[in-house]
Antibody, heavy 118, light 110 residues
């Protein structure tokens, strides 16, 4: 069974940093592109970032470019999102998702809540 | 303001057929495939339709997707109470070099 489990969320002050992790199991992690998607409280889904299967190609939403970094460790079957210079508008539940192909996300984690507030 | 445009709400009675539209542009829907997600309250989204009109295994054939030009639609036939959820369309945008979602449509089963 495919499982994605996010961790690392929490309360952080504006300007601070957090690193999210997404532990994958039940499939060959190294074969798949992976994404981060976020959802602010009561709002819609917003795509954040993507990484290809060998980790060499990444893409970011304009709103996080230069502040967030996506990476992966295939030996640990783990996806990461390093978030720096956090702002109040980054407050959201962050989901990791597996790419089935065609940038469609066929498996999602349960999400981890990031709250940016003083 | 979302790049893809969806109606904020839709409704229907049990057994009815409802459709949800998703409007984009040449850089997203016009040149890439469309995916649809269902999000029940308090849960993670679930892939409903991928590559415009393909259903993942386990998704009932009551759900179907279509695309024409820069617009796409999700149709739900034989509406059931458990279909009450938020529905999102999504696609890759070549101009933004990023994924884009619609703002979501809240479906109410009356």
């Amino acid at each position: 069974e495919v499982q994605l489990v996010e961790s690392g969320g929490g309360l952080v002050q504006p300007g601070g940093s957090l690193r999210l992790s997404c532990a994958a199991s039940g499939f060959t992690f190294s074969n798949y592109w992976m994404h981060w998607v976020r959802q602010a409280p009561g709002k819609g889904l917003v795509w954040v970032s993507r990484i290809n299967s060998d980790g060499r190609r990444t893409s970011y939403a304009d709103s996080v470019k230069g502040r967030f970094t996506i990476s992966r460790d295939d030996a640990k079957n783990t996806l990461y999102l390093q978030m720096n210079s956090l702002r109040a508008e980054d407050t959201a539940v962050y989901y990791c998702a597996r790419d089935l192909g065609y940038d469609s996300f066929d498996n999602w984690g349960q999400g981890t809540l990031v709250t940016v507030s003083s | 303001q979302s790049v893809l445009t969806q109606p904020p709400s839709a409704s229907g009675t049990p057994g009815q057929r409802v459709t949800i539209s998703c409007s984009g542009s040449s850089s997203n829907i016009g040149s890439n495939t469309v995916n649809w997600y269902q999000q029940l309250p308090g849960t993670a989204p679930k892939l409903l339709i991928y590559s415009d009109n393909q259903r993942p295994s386990g998704v009932p054939n009551r759900f179907s997707g279509s695309k024409s030009g820069t617009s796409a639609s999700l149709a739900i036939s034989g509406l059931q109470s458990e279909d009450e959820a938020d529905y999102y369309c999504a696609a890759w945008d070549d101009s933004l070099n990023g994924g884009v979602f619609g703002g979501g449509t809240k479906l109410t089963v009356l």
